[in-house]
């Protein structure tokens, strides 16, 4: 059976709130983006501490770090520069906190892939020996503003690196916000499938008033029934994280805020959404025969 957690941030900023309602929900853990309004990278070794301390006392396993790494502009040298930094700050924060996760993007989306194609894969030659070398794992997460925004362009690029190191961050919320992706269940998913790594959930709708939007577990576009039915038969053991990136309110998270998640702002209400999103994905899988 697999773990759940809950992204820290898509609750508070402040890790106790965060935690309280983990354990709350008896999740197995959390992963980490902002705390205290500082990204992964930009953790102290006393935050990183409280960190590890807090959620040890609580009982709660962290399962990853979920960095903006590679959320940047392919063409720019300092941007490459400054990021391979950041990963390294990451990789670090990931160590103390005992997970081999570090989550991981394929820059802003510019178009048609195929003519960067090949500069994807030369730029991640040296984040893959780093990870080589230090014994962590790259969740590289489909996400719809980047170049990798679906289960077959995931599958494509992952095979293209040809590294143990690079697994698939399924995200079947992010599918359903490209223009031109597929069914996130059963058909994303199955490209990646084999393979999969981690998992964020979060629903959405194609067809929102303004576009692609966020809503609340189970009442999106998603067959989370149906995929959840597939993870349990399958036998995946990893971990599936809510990232609930909706709020209770008629005014949702603004985009620019969705595509750089983090900070106070972002966080605002976050803990009632969760809340409801959890009840909702726990009731799904009580009507799956599953009793958390």
């Known amino acids: 059976m697999f ?23 008896d999740l ?16 102290n070794e006393t935050d990183i501490d409280q ?50 996760l570090v989550r991981v993007f394929a820059f802003w989306k510019q178009t048609p892939l195929e003519a960067y194609w090949d500069k994807i894969i030369d730029r991640y030659q040296e984040p893959i020996r780093m990870a080589e070398g230090e014994g962590m794992i790259f ?13 077959l362009e995931t599958r494509r690029i992952i095979d293209a690196l040809g590294s143990p ?3 698939p961050l399924w995200d079947p919320g992010n599918e359903v916000c490209t223009d031109d992706g597929e ?29 692609p939007e966020c809503v609340s577990m189970g009442e999106g576009d998603i067959d989370y029934r149906g995929h959840f039915s597939d993870l349990i038969e399958s036998g995946y053991d990893g971990c599936v994280s809510l990232e609930t990136h909706w709020r209770p309110k008629t005014e949702q998270i603004r985009k620019d805020l969705l595509n750089r998640p983090g900070g106070s702002e972002f966080s605002e209400l976050g803990e009632e959404a969760s809340r409801i999103c959890l009840q909702n994905t726990l009731a799904m899988l009580k009507d799956l025969g599953v009793e958390r």
């Open 3 to 25: 773990s759940m957690a809950v992204i820290t941030d898509e609750v508070s900023q402040n890790l106790d709130v965060a935690i309280k309602l983990a354990v709350a929900f």
């Open 28 to 43: 197995e853990g959390v992963e980490i983006r902002s705390v205290w309004d500082k990204p992964p990278q930009a953790l």
């Open 51 to 100: 960190i590890r301390g807090k959620t040890e006392e609580a009982g709660l396993k962290i399962f990853g770090v979920a960095a903006p790494f590679f959320k940047c502009d392919i063409d720019s040298d300092e941007a490459y520069r400054d990021h391979l930094e950041i990963l390294r700050k990451c990789i670090h924060v990931a160590q103390v906190f005992g997970t081999p």
């Open 139 to 151: 969740g590289l997460e489909n996400e719809h503003t980047t170049m990798i925004r679906t289960g």
């Open 165 to 167: 190191v690079v697994k």
């Open 183 to 211: 069914p996130p269940y059963p058909d994303g998913y199955n490209h990646i499938k084999q393979d999969m790594y981690h998992m964020h959930i979060k629903d959405a709708v194609k067809d929102g008033p303004d576009g």
